[in-house]
C-alpha cells in the first residue's frame, strides 16, 4: 500500500494538472489496461472459481460454509476493492475472538494462467493521486473476488482468539464460503462507535483495537497515523490539504497486523513462509536526519523522548505533525519480503516498526505475495506441504514485488512531484522560509529544503556557498510547473 497518499478531487483534475498526471502515467510506462487474453481468463474464471485442494473439505466443493457469520468491511468511502471483512465477538470464558475473512484470490487465479503472469509483472496495485492502476482486472478486484455485501463469495477465514488484555491465544484458518452483510466506511463506523449505535461485533472494534495499541507499545512497535492528501483547487490555484486518519482506522489496522503476525507464526512453526522484514534504523542518519526534520517543522523533540513515544503523541490533525508523519516513513526504507525454507528463519526476522515477525496476507486483491502467503498458512494450519505452484515460485517472490516496490515508489514520488509543482505554479519568484534537512554528499551545495508552509519538501541548490544544514533561511522559488519542472529554490 502507499505510504503517502494523494488524492486529485473535484475541480483540481483539470489541466494542467490532470495533463500533467496522465503524462506521467505514460513516462512510467504504466499499463493502461488488461490484455485480452488477461480479460479473457479472468471473467471466465469471475463465472466458475476453482473448487480448492487440500484441508477444510467441509462442503462437496472444499469450503466450509461460514455464510451464517455476519461479517462487515471498514473500508475508504467508495472502495469496490474489497480485501477483508470481519466479526468481532466476546469469549464465553473471557478475552475476544476475532474471525478475519480475506479474499480468496486464488480460487481465481490458475497458477502459470496469463492472470497469474500479468500479476506477476505487475506486482502490486499503483496509486496515482487521480485513481489506481490495479494489480487484477475489475471483474475479479472488484466484482468477483471482492468482499462485497450481500454476496456469497469464497476466502481465507482467520479465527484469532485473544485473552482479556488483547494477547493473541489461538490461530486457526482455513477456506470457506463467506457472507458480508455490512459495507461500512471510516467516517459512518466512527460516527457508530463514538454516538453508541454500533452493535456489538463493531463497538468491539474500539475495545480490541485499544488493546492491541497497548500490546504494540508493550512489545516496542509503533504505527504511524499517516494522514492523506487531498488536492483541492482555490483561488485560481491549487491547495494541498491533509486529512487526518481516524481512531477507527488505525483499529482497523491493528486487526490487519494481528492476522500478519499470526500468519508469521504459522509459517515459523511450519519452516516454510515468506517474513515482511525491516532493520532497526541507524539513530547517527535517518534518525539524526528527522530530528532535522521535526525541527524544520516546528514539532518539539525532547533528547529524552524516543522516537516511537514522540510519534505516538503526535495528533496527525496539526499539519505540521502531519507533514513530519510523512518524512517518518524514511524509517520504513530497507523494508524486504524474506523467504526460508527448511526451518531456518532469516537474520534478522523482525520487522523493526511492528517489533515482531510478521508478513503480509491481508491484501491479496492490491498485493502479489499475499495471495502466497495466504496459501502457505492454509498449508502451515492443515499439516501439510505447500502447495508445489507455492514452492516453485518462492524464489524469484521477493524480487517480484521488490521491483514492483520500486515501481511504486516511483510512482509515489514523482505524483508528489507533480502535486507539488501544481501547488507552486503561481508563486514562482516568492520567498519562503524554511529548514536545510539535507546537503548530497560531495555537493554541499546541493540538497533539500523543508517548508513549514505550505508543507514541501524540494530540491535547494546554492550558486556559490555551502548550504548551511539545520539551519533555517529564506529561499526563493525559482521555477514549478506540473509535468515539465519539479519546483526548486534557491537562498533568497
Not at 482486472?137 to 466484482?143: A, I
Not at 522516537?307 to 526504507?333: I, M
Not at 503480509?360 to 506441504?385: I, K, N, S
Request: with cysteine; hydrophobic share 40%; aromatic share 4%.
Amino acid at each position: 500500500m502507499p505510504r503517502r497518499q494523494v488524492h486529485v478531487t473535484g475541480a483540481a483534475e483539470a489541466a494542467p494538472l490532470r495533463a500533467a498526471l496522465g503524462a506521467l502515467r505514460t513516462a512510467l510506462d504504466v499499463p493502461s489496461g488488461f490484455p485480452p487474453d488477461v480479460l479473457a481468463e479472468a471473467e471466465a474464471a469471475a463465472r466458475a472459481p476453482h473448487p480448492p485442494a487440500g484441508p477444510s473439505a467441509h462442503r462437496s466443493d472444499g469450503r466450509a460454509d461460514a455464510t451464517a457469520l455476519p461479517l462487515f468491511t471498514v473500508d475508504p468511502p467508495g472502495s469496490t476493492d474489497l480485501d477483508q471483512a470481519m466479526h468481532l465477538e466476546r469469549r464465553p470464558g473471557g478475552g475476544y475472538r476475532v474471525h478475519y475473512a480475506i479474499a480468496d484470490v486464488a480460487a481465481f487465479v490458475t497458477p502459470g494462467g496469463a492472470v497469474d503472469a500479468e500479476a506477476h509483472r505487475r506486482a502490486q496495485t499503483l496509486y496515482f493521486p487521480d485513481g489506481r492502476v490495479p494489480l487484477h482486472p475489475p471483474v475479479l478486484s472488484e466484482g468477483a473476488a471482492s468482499l462485497l455485501p450481500d454476496r456469497t463469495v469464497p476466502a481465507l477465514l482467520w479465527r484469532l482468539d485473544l485473552d482479556a488484555h488483547g494477547r493473541h491465544v489461538a490461530t486457526d484458518v482455513r477456506r470457506a464460503l463467506v457472507r458480508s452483510r455490512a459495507r461500512l466506511d471510516y467516517a459512518t463506523a466512527q460516527r457508530r462507535i463514538d454516538d453508541g449505535t454500533a452493535e456489538e461485533p463493531l463497538a468491539l472494534l474500539r475495545e480490541i483495537g485499544r488493546l492491541r495499541e497497548e500490546q504494540e507499545v508493550a512489545r516496542g512497535g509503533v504505527s504511524l497515523p499517516l494522514p492523506d492528501q487531498e488536492v483541492t483547487e482555490a483561488d485560481g490555484g491549487y491547495r494541498l490539504e491533509y486529512r487526518p486518519p481516524r481512531p477507527a482506522d488505525a483499529w482497523n489496522a491493528q486487526i490487519s497486523l494481528l492476522t500478519g503476525m499470526a500468519a508469521a507464526d504459522l509459517m515459523a512453526a511450519a519452516g516454510t513462509g515468506v517474513l515482511r522484514t525491516l532493520p532497526a534504523p541507524s539513530t547517527d542518519g535517518a534518525v539524526a536526519r528527522l530530528r532535522r526534520s521535526a525541527e524544520a517543522l516546528g514539532v518539539p523533540w525532547p533528547h529524552h523522548v524516543s522516537y516511537a513515544a514522540l510519534v505516538r503523541g503526535l495528533d496527525p490533525a496539526e499539519p505540521r505533525n502531519a507533514a513530519f508523519l510523512q518524512d517518518c516513513t524514511s524509517l520504513l526504507r530497507g523494508a524486504a519480503y524474506t523467504v526460508f525454507t527448511d526451518g531456518r528463519l532469516p537474520v534478522p526476522a523482525v520487522h523493526a516498526a511492528v517489533a515482531d515477525e510478521y508478513t503480509h496476507c491481508t491484501a491479496p486483491l492490491r498485493r502479489l505475495v499475499d495471495r502466497y502467503a495466504g496459501e502457505l498458512c492454509l498449508a502451515a494450519a492443515a499439516g501439510q506441504d505447500p502447495p508445489e505452484w507455492v514452492a516453485a515460485a518462492l524464489p524469484e517472490l521477493p524480487d517480484r514485488m521488490a521491483e514492483g516496490a520500486r515501481r511504486a515508489n516511483r510512482v509515489e514520488r514523482e505524483s508528489v512531484d507533480v502535486v507539488e509543482a501544481a501547488l507552486l505554479m503561481d508563486r514562482v519568484g516568492e520567498v519562503f522560509t524554511g529548514t536545510v534537512v539535507d546537503v548530497r554528499d560531495g555537493d554541499p551545495r546541493t540538497g533539500t529544503v523543508h517548508l513549514r508552509s505550505p508543507a514541501v519538501v524540494a530540491r535547494l541548490e546554492s550558486p556559490d556557498a555551502a548550504l548551511p544544514l539545520g539551519e533555517r533561511i529564506a529561499v526563493r522559488l525559482t521555477r514549478a510547473y506540473p509535468g515539465r519542472e519539479k519546483a526548486l529554490f534557491v537562498p533568497a
